[in-house]
Nanobody
Framework: QVQLVESGGGLVQPGGSLRLSCAASGFTFSNAAMRWYRQAPGKERELVAG????????NYPDSVKGRFIISRDNAKNTMYLQMNSLKPEDTAVYYC?????????WGQGTQVTVSS
């Protein structure tokens, strides 16, 4: 079955960096539209970055543009999110999502906390 497992979250000081990973299994990773979302307490889940079915990337929201970079390694069935110059407002649970046969699957999320 489809499984998505995020890792790499943690506590980091403002200005620091983290790299999140999303390990995928149970489907053809290279063909899937993969995306990163985040959800902060009391807020709706928002798209942070993603890949389209044609292999391009979605537009980064202004809140992370220039600081976050999405990438993938199809040989490892893994998607990454490099997060630089982190700010307290980046604090959230980060989720990866895969759309497989028109159905959306989510990972369990990884907590990112940016605080001094």
């Amino acid at each position: 079955q489809v499984q998505l497992v995020e890792s790499g979250g943690g506590l980091v000081q403002p200005g620091g960096s983290l790299r999140l990973s999303c390990a995928a299994s149970g489907f053809t990773f290279s063909n899937a539209a993969m995306r990163w979302y985040r959800q902060a307490p009391g807020k709706e889940r928002e798209l942070v970055a993603g890949f389209t079915l044609t292999g391009g990337t979605t537009n980064y929201p202004d809140s992370v543009k220039g600081r976050f970079i999405i990438s993938r390694d199809n040989a490892k069935n893994t998607m990454y999110l490099q997060m630089n110059s982190l700010k307290p407002e980046d604090t959230a649970v980060y989720y990866c999502r895969a759309v497989v046969n028109s159905y959306a699957y989510w990972g369990q999320g990884t907590q990112v906390t940016v605080s001094s």
